[in-house]
């Protein structure tokens, strides 16, 4: 017999099976969730799975399975798992901050190095130890009696109505340009909410977690994805959180303080205001640092400059480089690449790759000892790496002058361990990041990580032709160099400039989109590209033609004044 003759209509299955990507084949009832499913694995626990990838998409726990699928596990110690739990720990502090506190309202900010969200309330003076401890006791027994968290999809106009009977404005003007015509509601008891993005099936996954007060606030701590069983200790950082305070509010000053409002903005052709008004607020900052370089009575010689990728560092550089001279201080750059170590020399990774990113890649001895020379006023013969033998040459030879100060930039500026040899007295340190503080509202924020993608996806396929794919295939290396590098040294730094501009996502929208849209289905970087893609559906898009030609934007989406500018 034929395979064609072997061809025929049969009645379904009542049954459906899973292959696991190790391998593993499960069967269950058709229309049966992945819960029911995965409750069933060795490793159900060992970390908490919290999703799946389900023929190449991500579902939570609660999918019914409808037909044989590929399946592949998604846990806590994965960056969507994590997610998943974080957004489900946010919804059950706000349904409890409602229960206890009906009269007043609660804000998540920004997040916490350490794992957490800092937390505002408003309309609730004076919040105390034991009004912190009301809440996290009451989190508790929610988490004892694994309450379910209910899922539904509504038409958008009763979604508007719902929130506009709460006075929850910034979700009803966030709602008013969603161009989908429905939206999916999470419930828990009496409160009901939406969450950009999938939930657990109930309260009981939720069982770590610690309430810290801070400040006016408090700060909701989780675990982080290499330790997903435990609450890391908090760190304070006076610095960073009053970075975030300030963004707060330049957010009001420009008058979007959430997403809704700037799409307002956008259509109500008020977009340049924001747009100019941000951008003075930036150029307003990088004076500010660089008038407290050119007046600081210890009169340092060198400027480090340090942050994450995409942060828009070396506009920044260039930038407050003009406002030194400004000062009556001219810049002179450092490349901290030409003090690399011979390529054999270079230390290697756990998995026996050269580690580029590790501070002994560098030649720190030599580093301190020419630019101790320079700023003595010696003549000093600079190194020059080539990369292509691996191997540092004789650079230029080079003289400082009295009103010259050294601009360095590079990934560990804020190592304290980079220039043991040189005094701090010597040195000025600043962190630039994108401290994104604009979130679609007071309860679903905007992650600083997920904008910088979004800079570095447009700037990879403008400058350098790389895809979508290829930027999220490399975000995780990168990632983790952050991790080690720079994150642990921000508290070091003496000034903090956050790069992040109010309007920012929806000048990128435009040119992000084709680009996430190329990603194939079915692999892994889909899924993030699907991700990034549906918070860019919030925001409405404007013409990058208004945005001016020094803006730290410009480093992103090309046309920058700045690009090749040199201080010498």
């Not at 790496?385 to 930039?409: A, H, T, Y």
């Not at 992040?500 to 929208?509: D, F, N, Q, T, V």
Request: charge should be neutral; hydrophobic fraction near 40%.
């Amino acid at each position: 017999m034929s395979e064609v003759t072997k061809i025929r209509p049969v009645k379904a299955r009542e049954t459906v099976e899973i292959h696991l990507s190790d391998g593993r084949v499960y069967e269950g009832p058709r229309y049966a969730t992945v819960e029911a499913f995965f409750k069933n694995l060795p490793e159900w626990q060992d970390p908490p799975i919290l999703g799946a990838v389900i023929n190449g998409d991500l579902r939570e726990l609660t999918h019914q399975i409808k037909m044989d699928a590929n399946v592949k596990l998604v846990t806590m110690a994965d960056a969507d798992g994590m997610r998943i739990y974080r957004r489900s720990l946010t919804f059950l502090v706000e349904a409890v901050f409602e229960e206890l506190f009906s009269d007043a309202a609660l804000s998540v900010d920004h997040s916490v190095s350490s794992g957490g969200y800092y937390c505002t309330v408003s309309g609730y003076d004076n919040l105390t130890e034991d009004d912190i401890n009301r809440i996290e006791e009451r989190m508790k027994d929610m988490v004892a009696q694994d309450l379910p968290f209910s899922r539904r999809e509504v038409p958008l106009d009763e979604a508007i109505e719902i929130f506009s009977k709460r006075k929850q404005d910034d979700k009803v003007s966030l709602m008013k340009t969603r161009a989908k015509a429905h939206l999916v509601l999470y419930s828990l008891l009496d409160h009901q909410d939406y969450h950009h993005g999938y939930m657990v099936p109930s309260t009981g996954y939720l069982k770590w977690f610690n309430l810290v007060k801070l400040g006016d606030g408090f700060v909701l701590q989780f675990p982080r994805r290499h330790a997903p069983n435990e609450i890391l200790p908090l760190p304070f950082s006076q610095r960073l959180l009053s970075t975030f305070q300030q963004y707060g509010s330049w957010l009001d000053k420009i008058g979007v303080p959430n997403v809704g409002a700037l799409n307002e903005a956008i259509r109500k052709k008020r977009i340049r205001e924001v747009i100019l008004l941000s951008e003075a607020l930036h150029e307003q900052k990088i004076a500010e640092i660089a008038t407290g370089i050119a007046r600081n009575p210890k009169q340092p010689r060198i400027v480090l400059i340090a942050g994450p990728s995409s942060s828009g560092k070396t506009t920044f550089s260039r930038r407050l480089s003009i406002q030194l001279m400004a000062n009556g201080l001219y810049p002179f750059p450092v490349e901290m690449d030409n003090f690399f170590v011979a390529r054999d020399l270079t230390p290697k990774d756990e998995n026996g790759e050269f580690d580029f990113e590790s501070i002994d890649a560098l030649d720190r001895e030599l580093l301190s000892e020419k630019l101790k020379a320079l700023i003595s006023g010696k003549k000093v013969q600079l190194p020059r790496f080539n990369f292509r033998s691996g191997k540092p040459e004789k650079g230029d030879v080079v003289q400082l002058r009295s009103d010259q100060v050294i601009v360095l930039e590079g990934i560990h500026g804020l190592n304290p361990h980079l220039l043991k040899e040189i005094s701090p007295d010597q040195t000025f340190r600043i962190y630039v990041s994108d401290l994104t503080q604009l979130n679609l509202d007071r309860h679903n924020r905007i992650s600083t990580t997920d904008t910088r993608l979004i800079r570095r996806i447009v700037r990879d396929a403008r400058e350098r032709g790389y895809s979508a794919q290829d930027t999220i295939n490399r975000w995780e290396s990168v990632r983790r160099g952050e991790k080690r590098h720079i994150f642990p040294y921000q508290d070091q730094a003496d000034e903090m400039f956050n790069s992040a501009l109010g309007y920012e996502l929806s000048a990128l929208k435009s040119l992000a989109v084709p680009i996430l849209r190329q990603v194939p289905h079915g692999t892994k970087e889909f899924i993030e590209a699907k991700r990034l893609l549906t918070l860019l559906e919030w925001f409405l898009p404007i013409d990058i033609d208004q945005i001016p030609d020094n803006s730290i934007l410009r480093e992103f989406i090309g046309n920058s004044i700045l690009k090749g500018l040199h201080f010498v």
